[in-house]
């Protein structure tokens, strides 16, 4: 784990981040004592959503074409 002073934080943020951005932790300090630290954050996964045409199909409902069809296909119509 890397320190820097705040002092060079400000003055190479942009390189303190490129470490930071390959996985690297720093930690800041102000005359010695750590106050901060710089880490990579975790990474998002996208969700990724079935496709729910295939599925519709599958299931024979490919033809609802909103809720009173629902409704009509529940026998709760009125």
């Known amino acids: 784990m890397k320190t820097?002073?705040?002092?060079?934080?400000q003055h190479h943020l942009a390189k303190l981040l490129a470490e930071v951005e390959?996985?690297?932790?720093?930690?800041?300090t102000r005359r010695g004592k750590p106050v901060g630290k710089l880490v990579p954050t975790e990474v998002k996964r996208s969700v990724v959503f079935p496709n729910?045409?295939?599925?519709?199909?599958?299931l024979g409902t490919d033809?609802?074409?909103g809720p009173?069809?629902?409704l009509l296909q529940r026998g709760e119509a009125e």
């Open 63 to 65: 033809e609802i074409k």
């Open 22 to 28: 390959k996985g690297e932790e720093i930690v800041l």
């Open 52 to 58: 729910f045409g295939k599925i519709r199909k599958r």
């Open 68 to 70: 009173n069809e629902v």
């Open 4 to 9: 820097a002073t705040v002092r060079e934080a």
